[in-house]
Structure formats: C-alpha cells, structure tokens
C-alpha cells in the first residue's frame, strides 16, 4: 500500500477495534508500514489473525486479538496482553461498528409502504439496540481500559469513525444514524473531558465506500447499481464512491501529535464532497 503521508510512528503502540473489517484492515496496514506495532482487535478472531499474520510476514510487528468492545472484561485481558506485547497504547482507533437489517426499514417514506415490506412501524426493537450498543457503547468501552495509558503517558490520540448519516440521517437506517450522531457528539465530548490530560480525540466521517455492511444496499445482485447508490453518486459532487485507502490521510494526520497538535474534537468528513452539497 502507497501510504498518503510520510510520518513516522515507530515506537508507537496502535490498538485498531474492528481491524478484521474492510476498513480499518486497512487502517492496520496503514500504520504498520509507518513503523508502530499495532494490535488488531475483532470479535472476528480469524480475521484479525490471518491478517497480522500477512503482516508479520512481510516484516512488520503486528498481532491479532479475539476482542469484543461490549465485554469490558475480555477487551481489560486483552489490553493485558497488549501492554506484555507492545507497550501501553498511544493510539486508539475506535474502529467496530456497522448496521443491522433488524434495525433497517425496507421502505424510504411511509406514505410509499407496500404491503409486506418492514415498515418504521415494523422496526425491531432488540436490532435498534443492538446498533446502538454496537456503535456508541463499542466505542466508549475500549476508550474506557485503553486511555488508562495515555493518562498515564500524558499523550495520546484517540481516534472514532463517525458517518454522513451523523450530519443529517439516512433514509432507511435511524438507530445506525442516530447511534453515529451520537459518535460524533461523544468525539467533542472525550476531547473536552480529556483536554488537560494531552490526549486528543478525533472522528473522520467516511463518506459512501463499497464495504461488507453496505454492499447488499449499494448493488443488486448481478452488481447493476441499486436506485440508492444512483442517488448516492447524485448527491457527490465528486460523483464517486470513497476508496478505503483514501480515509488513510486524515486517520494519519489527526493521529499524529505533532501535525494535528492543536486539533481535538473534530469530525472530519472524508466524503468526495457529500455532507457539502444541499442537492440543488
Ligand atoms: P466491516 O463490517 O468491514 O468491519 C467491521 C468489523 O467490526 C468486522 O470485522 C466485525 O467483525 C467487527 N465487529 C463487529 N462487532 C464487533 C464487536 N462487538 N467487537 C469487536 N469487533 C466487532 O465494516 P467497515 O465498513 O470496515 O466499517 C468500519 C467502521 O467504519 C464502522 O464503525 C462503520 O460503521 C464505519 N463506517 C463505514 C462506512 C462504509 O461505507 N463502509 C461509512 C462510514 C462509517
């Protein structure tokens, strides 16, 4: 992978939540190749594994962990072994999260619900909370046994992974877009809590990738675009889907304390123009 920007984070210990997804995968490449050892934590344990795997054969000082940021006491063991491993972190990428078809409506308006299809009224109240404590809750947990460290180094950079749908929602998916709202307001919320302790906490707000929890929404079964992905490309002024490579510039920038040494509390949108464009 061709890194984005040139700096150096040997030396540094970076713990990746949901680093068996597309996404943050690539996040966890990202920052090896820049020199730090990084822990790649998923529910996911195959995943995380055969990817440091990959890594470690190619040089770089990675390891995978089985991790559930619901579970306060597996994530504490496995910051255990992280700190036997690496060291104490100095930078936490809150990176698990996604959607559920339990909390999704098959419909964008009620007045055009047709018979048989999942309605708002239809929503199940389990998936709502499952979205919610997946996103909101998997991202304050980790924080939780992670920044112990960086209160004790007195540095750090945390960084979360908000979504258009936190600037305005998303037909289809409320809990996923109220759960990332929510990841927004908690990025100012951390970064003001933590302001005197020299840890800073940043998001970036992807804008329309191609990923696993998207796919099914974006491309029919043949691969012909759905009516929802035309719409996407309509309201991207860029009219083009973000590439997962193209996040690695502000995750790098905003987790480097000497580039973004100033900078907490910020979402960054990184979304070919998206949240910029009123559509007219
Ligand atoms: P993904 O589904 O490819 O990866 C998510 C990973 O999280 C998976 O490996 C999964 O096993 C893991 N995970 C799920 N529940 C977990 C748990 N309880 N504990 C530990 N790990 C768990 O998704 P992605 O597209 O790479 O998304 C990564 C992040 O970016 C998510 O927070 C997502 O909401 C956000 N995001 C994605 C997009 C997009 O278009 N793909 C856009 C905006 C934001």
Redesign the pocket.
Known sequence: MNLPLNIDFTGKTVVV?????????DMARAFAQAGAKVAL????EE?VVNLSNKLNEEGYKTKGYK????EPEMLEEVHQAVLKDFGPCDILVN?????NPRATTDNEYQHEAKEGQKTFFDLDASGVDFVFK??FQ?TLIPTQIFAKDMVEKKSGSILN????NAYTPLTKIPAYSGA?AAISNFTQWLATHFAGTGIRCNAI??????????RALLFNEDGTPTARSEKILKGTPMNRFVDSEELLGGVFFLCDDKAASAITGVVLPIDAGFAAYSGV
């Open positions: 939540t949901g680093a068996g997804g597309v996404l943050c995968g934590l998923d529910l996911n995943a991790a559930n940021v619901l990176g698990a999260g996604g959607n997946l996103n998997g992974i908000s979504s258009m990332k707000a992807p804008g329309f990738l191609v990923s696993n929890q998207n």
